[in-house]
């Protein structure tokens, strides 16, 4: 059984652009999180979704992030016009049910230059 | 707030030592969870500890959660370099509405470091 996987592992951009950080939950696992941890600081939550519906947002940043779980498909994580402040690691993390341990991927280490 | 407080924040010792991780907490906690990570992955998940009083061993770790649900420690007996790693303590906390959906908040973590 195939662990969480994210895509990019490494990810570069400049000022201005956008990111698209995917992630893809074990088998069987309808609950995906989002999380972000920053240089020097803890993990943080950022995002819970289920299949096609945002459950709470309350992590996220209000303008420029976004975040989506479609029917079909990976969930994406999606910033627009990144700043050198995003710059950090983006961990995506599954779970069977909201009571149970998470499981989570390898992360997105995004770089903003 | 529900905030997580481990200490110590870095432990160094020599192969073959015990130490323990305290995870505390003022708030009451559904659940504890314990993860380990390594540099550039993700955290792997040890335990999940949901009973007050509960004791989980895992080979040479050792799980406890406090009695109130408020705190949890961690004891690693003969350490080993292969132990090495960030060990992070983490809990569901809910929005003010009192629905929990989860979502975890973290300790600051333990880096420790066993010598050879």
């Known amino acids: 059984n195939a662990g969480v996987m994210q895509n990019p592992r490494h990810l570069v951009r400049r000022r201005g652009q956008e990111a698209r950080l995917r992630c893809s939950p074990m088998k069987g696992h309808s609950h995906v999180y989002w999380y972000r941890q920053l240089p020097e600081e803890g993990l943080k939550f950022m995002v819970y979704l289920q299949k096609e519906n945002i459950i709470d947002e309350s992590g996220m940043p209000k303008e420029r992030f976004s975040a989506e779980f479609p029917k079909e498909g990976p969930s994406i994580l999606r910033i627009q016009q990144v700043v050198r402040g995003d710059s950090a690691a983006y961990f995506c993390?599954?779970?069977?049910?909201?009571?149970?341990?998470?499981?989570f991927g390898p992360g997105t280490r995004l770089t903003v230059t | 707030t529900q905030l997580l407080e481990q200490s110590p924040q870095f432990l160094s010792i020599q192969e073959g030592e015990n130490l323990t991780v305290y995870c505390n907490s003022s708030s009451v906690f559904s659940s504890l969870q314990w993860y380990r990570q390594e540099p550039g992955e993700g955290p792997v998940l040890l335990v999940t500890?949901?009973?007050?009083?509960e004791v989980k061993k895992l080979k040479r770790l050792t799980f406890q959660f406090g009695d109130a649900r408020k705190d949890s420690s961690l004891h690693i007996t003969a350490a080993q370099p292969g132990d090495t790693g960030l060990y992070l303590c983490a809990g569901p906390i809910r929005n003010a509405g009192g629905t929990s959906y989860g979502k975890l908040t973290f300790g600051q973590g333990t880096i420790l470091t066993v010598h050879p």
């Open positions: 993390a599954s779970s069977p049910r909201t009571s149970a341990g998470q499981y």
């Open positions: 500890v949901v009973t007050g009083g």
